[in-house]
Structure formats: structure tokens, C-alpha cells
């Protein structure tokens, strides 16, 4: 599903990750946890490839998205990877279902067959009654579940999270860690999920612990 091999990046004089390797398979839900620092977010973004690394290899379902034009890889990462951050990011002049859209509308999908995707994804998230609100309209919780309702948008075969309970209060948190576990077995996806929330990571498949730049040996 996703295989990562001596990841390194660095910003300016400061190397972040420092030979990172990690092999996920399809359907498997695994936590990144580690101090503030560690390289946790960066590692998010390269494999989602909002950012390029400067040595290793990645490949996501046997493709390497860093060898597409601009092009390709925006329309890889529209299609195969779904995003979920800790601040749910929605439009706020957008209405739920409107912001659920954003990603096949960016992909030319028709808005009647966006809309009934949307519709059919804020139901499965219990959010049906809450279509036409705008975020300022809902609880943290329910923003966030619009949000995971975009992420799944494109269907796509991986999810990443950062952080994503990390702005809710406890029973929200709770809830939407339910979800994740929800999903894979409704929808099959991949999991990726760094978080502070030791509930949550221990929940996981696999837990692991990013210490200076790298994956702590168990």
C-alpha cells in the first residue's frame, strides 16, 4: 500500500527526518506518536506530497508520486489520499455539503453526482440534518466529521491524519475515534493518524514512536 525507504528532509540547516522507513499495508490503521519536534507532521506531508523529501524513495499503491508532472501528482493526491488536520479547515461561506464537494468539484465530477456522494457520506456520518449549515452552524465535533465527509470525498485509498481530535472535547474525540475504525470496515481505507491522544494511538493496529527524526526500534 505505501512503502517509504530512507526518507530525509531538511529545512534549511535543520534535517527533520533522518532515514525514515515505513511499509503500511492496505487497510491497516497505524498511530505516530512523539514529542513536538520529532518530525511526526513532516513525515505526514511528504507521504501525502504536500512536500518533497530530499533523499529516499516513496511509493503509494506502486506508484511514486514524485515521479508525475505537477499535473499528475495533483490529480494522484486529489484521487488517492484524503487529509484530515487537527483545525477541519472548511470554507466557512461554503455550506456542509458544499464544502464535502470541494474535491470532486475539483476534479470536474458533475455537481448532481457530487452532491449525492456528499449526501450519502454526511449520512453515514449523521450528519443529514445538517446539510445546508455553514461550519459557524455546528459543534467542533460535527465540523470535523464534515471534514472527514471531504476527506473520503474521491474515495481515496489512504488517509491521513494530523492531530485530528486534537481540537475536540473528549466525547467528540472519543467518537471520532470510533469512526476511523468505522470506516476502514465500511469503506477499506488506510490509516495514518499522528496524534498526542495515547487513547487513540494505543486503538490502533500498530503504534509508533518518532524520536529525532526516526522510527524508535521496538
Known sequence: MIKAIQ?????????????V??????????????????GKTTLLHVMGTLD??????LTIN?????????????HFRNNEIGFIFQFHQLLPEFTAIENVCMPALIQNTPMKKAQDRAKELLAFLGLQDRWEHKPKELSGGEQQRVAVARALMNRPSLILADEPSGNLDTESAAALHELFFDLRKEFGQTFIIVTHNMELAQMADRQL???NGVFKKP
Open 7 to 19: 526518507i530525509e528532509k531538511s529545512y534549511r540547516s535543520l534535517k527533520v527526518l533522518k532515514g
Open 21 to 38: 522507513d515505513l511499509e503500511v499495508t492496505k487497510g491497516e490503521i497505524v498511530s505516530v506518536v512523539g514529542a513536538s519536534g520529532a
Open 62 to 74: 506502486g506508484t511514486d508520486p514524485f515521479e508525475l508532472s505537477q499535473k499528475a501528482l495533483a
Open 52 to 57: 518533497r523529501m530530499d533523499k529516499g524513495q
Open 209 to 211: 514512536i518518532m524520536e
